[in-house]
């Protein structure tokens, strides 16, 4: 008896081995292969607010006595996204984080800003922008970097058009069309009742379970 159940310890050890191994990460990358992609175009308003008493667009670095557009100036922003082009209608999201004036012989600015989505299905997710933005140019276009959310372990692009640029106080509208491409973890891996290496668990219980109870059945037939 003790014989036995030392091999069946040997062996359940083994299998557990196993469970934690090559099992677990076989339904890991099952996981990360059955995935359904989603495309999403977004498409909003950005306003980048620096006049009035309380500004989106601050400046937080570069020389003094100088423009928004020389050279190292460094501006921290949370500005307004919304449904349409005017400043009044509905907010969508805020875009925080800053963009500088990183080249000296154009108006090109490095943008680092997350899109904080507050409305609709897309309300506590984000997008995260780092890219070259040519302010020059009629359309710039930037990398979508990352996302949290419903956009976790997205890619794809921001497509920027000024809409108003005001040169007196610097507030500009900027029409942003975003396209990204995102993933879903497959329903159907989802929908069992155990989690990977659970049924094994319980095939272990139950040989266990059975020998132990078949052995004293048997001995309690033989000696008694």
Known sequence: MACFLIILITL???????????FIEESREAVAIKRDGK???LHFYFHDILS????SAIKIAGPSQSTIFNFG?????????????????KLVGRAQGFYALAAQNEIAMLMVMNFAFVEG??????????????????????????????FRQVHGYALAHTVLFDSNTGDATVEYNVYVSHFQPD???????MKPGQHAL?????????????????FTSKYV
């Open 52 to 55: 009035g008493k309380n500004p």
């Open 202 to 218: 319980f095939f272990v219980l139950f040989i266990y379970l059975f020998f132990v109870f078949g052995l004293n059945n048997s």
């Open 121 to 150: 299905e897309y309300k506590g997710s984000t997008l995260s922008i780092l890219g070259r933005n040519p302010v020059g140019n009629d359309v710039r276009e930037m990398p979508v970097v990352g996302g949290s959310g419903v």
């Open 39 to 41: 495309t999403t175009h």
């Open 187 to 193: 329903a159907s891996l989802a929908r069992h009742g």
């Open 12 to 22: 359940c050890s083994a299998l557990l081995n196993t469970i934690s191994g090559a």
């Open 73 to 89: 100036n460094t501006m921290m922003i949370d500005d307004a996204l919304t449904e349409g082009s005017a400043l009044e209608s």
